[in-house]
């Protein structure tokens, strides 16, 4: 009975349909629930509402059928400013798009010589007569709308007005379905995909040949067996496309460098996740991310840690850059996101970190980091907890650099070096005996007062922060060291790229910065990742960067590590190239170790002091968590005075559950090897203990 049918919403009612948004990466039409609309322009199409960020999630999932794989152009395109209309119609639009399929909407299947006959196909609308695309016009009337909606600018609204890839007759006109496509390029897509377009730019970008860019793709194409897809039809032509492209690409897109900016920020809007300009009350932001590093950002972020790489060229870039990091499994660095800004990037964190994790959870509402590292104590600890819901570690690699390369520098005696390097740790540590800051600093200074440079230096850099450094060692949980080899290697490639000889007059232009991170840097990384996944192109690996110290640290045998446990002042590791050599290193176990290879002599971290870190965690005698320490005193002082109020007893027994979880996470990222391992008293019998103490019953 009628009576008893669905009836169809009007348009009216669109903004009571529910939201979808596929937990997935890419998504197409056959996800999602349509319904259809009743009366009006759209009457009889299909509608849905989805995430407005999604939109182009949802038109690569489009244009990715096996069927009838596509390409969707925008054929049309129309905005409108917020606060232009008075009373907007529900699905009134801020943004309407509309895309059609590649290989529509004109039809030159039957014309000769690329004469079209006019009353067989529907006139160009916008784009001339498409030159160099006529030999893939088949008539083809998929298209759909999309309307990010007036009132709800968060929501796209799509209107799919032709679902199926048909010509006017309804006869399928490309893909598998159509006979007439059969060992043709009109099976498959009518362009290369973004990803081998991402590949062969990042190929030339490094500088492989045209050459052996075709030979290498004959022999993937080969090795699956044969074409599959129009990936697989890449001609020597889309390769000079690509390098013509980036021959005549230059970063100057104006030469005002300010206005530069904006139209790379214009033309770049899908790699863009936060932009601010710079105004008298603003400073000026900018976050980066591309398609790649999202991908990267949603693998190996996931389920692990992310750690910030901060200030990078504060003295000779025109703004400083930020770098965010993930760790793939050989512990390589992988920059997921930049951030370049005319402020110090932590004081302004607000601003962008939501942007940057809101376009990672609209991506994957599941994906969650085991812990965020910060290099900069300044940063705002609580909006970086909030961002991400995940614990916060501070991470001494930023300190460690910058004290170890001034005491090679300004200091020549080694034994000296090695004693100072130990007490500058003791400085930062300086609340574990119970001393405060100026004590620990006015100590280490009669004791040294001979290294004047030193001291020059440390007062005027270290003076007006180490304060800030000293409280956060003291409130949050130190991370081991084996995450600063990789930040050191992605710190000495990035300063390699960007301080050559070839850009030193680049640098103080601000657009130079982000197209030489967006195109040479990242293809960097780009090649890294396909040369581990594929085995290709193993020659171009740059080992000094792609293996680091943490890596190679895995290959030095525990026998070849002398390490005596009941008197930790040094040990000795066997060189792995000359076996009648042996290094020495100072402070084992500890971030301010020392040791006395070329390479540490240089002021980095070498592959000694990482194994023997390593060995120090396993065997359970490196230095112990400052922050446990600190979450034990607090818990043995409530132990000493239970308070006498009830509610005040009631709040410290809550609090102490809470110190109780934050032990066992903190468990957790040492058993991962994140953290030095806890001291045995600082576990969860110690709370229980404290839970049921006779005193608080």
């Not at 005075?641 to 009830?646: G, R, S, V």
């Amino acid at each position: 009975m009628k009576g008893n049918e669905a009836k169809m919403p009007r348009m009216e009612d669109i903004l009571n349909l529910p939201v979808q948004d596929p937990p997935c990466a890419e998504f197409s039409a056959a996800q999602i629930k349509w319904v259809k609309v009743e009366g009006g322009r759209q009457g009889g199409d299909d509608i849905a509402l989805i995430p407005f960020a999604r939109v182009d999630d949802f038109v690569k999932g489009e244009s990715t059928k096996e069927e009838c794989p596509a390409n969707f152009r925008i054929e049309s395109r129309r905005k409108r400013p917020e606060g232009s209309v008075n009373k907007p119609r529900v699905d009134g639009y801020l943004e309407y798009t509309l895309y059609w399929c590649s290989y529509g909407p004109e039809d030159y299947r039957d014309s000769e010589a690329g004469i079209v006959d006019s009353f067989n196909t529907k006139p160009a609308s916008g784009k001339g007569s498409r030159p160099g695309r006529r030999h893939m016009m088949r008539g083809c009337l998929c298209h759909f709308t999309v309307k990010r909606l007036y009132t709800r600018p968060f929501l796209a609204l799509i209107i799919y007005n032709q679902r199926n890839h048909v010509d006017k007759t309804g006869a399928p006109c490309h893909g598998i379905l159509d006979q007439d496509s059969v060992g043709t390029r009109a099976m498959y897509a009518p362009r290369i995909s973004e990803e081998l377009r991402q590949k062969v730019m990042s190929m030339l970008y490094i500088g492989i040949s045209l050459d052996n860019i075709i030979q290498h793709h004959m022999e993937v194409v080969q090795n699956h067996g044969g074409p599959h897809n129009r990936d697989d039809f890449l001609t020597r032509n889309d390769v000079r496309n690509m390098e013509r492209v980036i021959h005549n690409s230059s970063h100057e897109l104006d030469l005002n460098d300010e206005c530069s900016v904006r139209m790379w920020v214009q033309r770049h809007q899908k790699h863009v996740f936060f932009f601010q300009d710079n105004s008298d009350s603003e400073p000026f932001v900018l976050g980066i991310q591309t398609d790649w590093q999202l991908q990267q950002m949603l693998r190996y972020g996931h389920n692990n840690y992310i750690t910030s790489h901060s200030t990078f060229g504060l003295k000779k870039l025109k703004y400083p850059l930020c770098s965010l990091l993930v760790f793939d499994s050989t512990r390589n660095a992988i920059p997921v996101a930049w951030v370049i800004t005319s402020c110090h990037a932590g004081q302004y964190i607000h601003k962008w970190m939501g942007s940057l994790v809101e376009r990672i959870r609209t991506k994957d509402p599941r994906w969650k980091p085991n812990a965020f590292l910060v290099d900069d104590p300044s940063f705002e600890i609580s909006i970086v907890r909030e961002a991400f819901q995940c614990r916060v570690l501070l991470c001494l690699w930023h300190v460690r650099r910058a004290w170890l390369r001034s005491l090679l520098k300004r200091c020549c005696n080694f034994d000296v070096q090695r004693e100072m390097f130990k007490h500058l740790g003791r400085i930062l540590y300086c609340t574990k005996s119970g001393s405060n800051v100026v004590d620990a600093i006015e100590e280490f200074m009669q004791i040294f007062v001979d290294q004047c440079a030193f001291m020059d230096y440390f007062r005027s850099q270290w003076f007006p922060k180490i304060e800030l450094w000293v409280n956060g060692v003291r409130t949050l949980p130190v991370a081991s060291q084996e995450p600063h080899a990789a930040i050191e290697s992605y710190h000495l490639r990035l300063k390699s790229k960007l301080f050559n000889e070839l850009h030193a007059n680049s640098p103080l232009r601000v657009d130079w910065l982000i197209h030489t991170l967006t195109t040479e840097f990242h293809s960097l990384y780009w090649i890294d990742q396909y040369i581990v996944e594929t085995g290709y192109f193993e020659n171009l690996r740059d080992g000094s960067f792609s293996t680091n110290s943490w890596y190679r640290a895995l290959h030095i045998p525990d026998i070849d590590v002398l390490l005596d446990e009941q008197n930790l002042q040094l040990a000795k590791v066997i060189s792995q190239t000359g076996r009648s050599l042996a290094y020495t290193i100072w402070n084992p176990g500890s971030e301010f170790s020392l040791c006395d290879c070329p390479w540490s002599r240089l002021g980095n971290l070498c592959k000694h002091i990482i194994k023997v870190a390593i060995l120090c965690k396993n065997r359970q005698v490196a230095r112990p968590l400052l922050a446990a320490q600190v979450y034990r005193q607090a818990l043995l002082t409530l132990l000493q005075n239970p308070p006498d109020d009830p509610l005040v007893l009631d709040h410290a027994i809550l609090h102490v559950a809470r110190l109780q979880q934050d032990i066992k996470g903190l468990e957790d990222l040492s058993n991962s090897g994140l953290l030095h391992p806890l001291p045995p008293e600082t576990n969860s019998q110690l709370v229980d203990n404290f839970l049921l103490s006779p005193h608080l019953h």
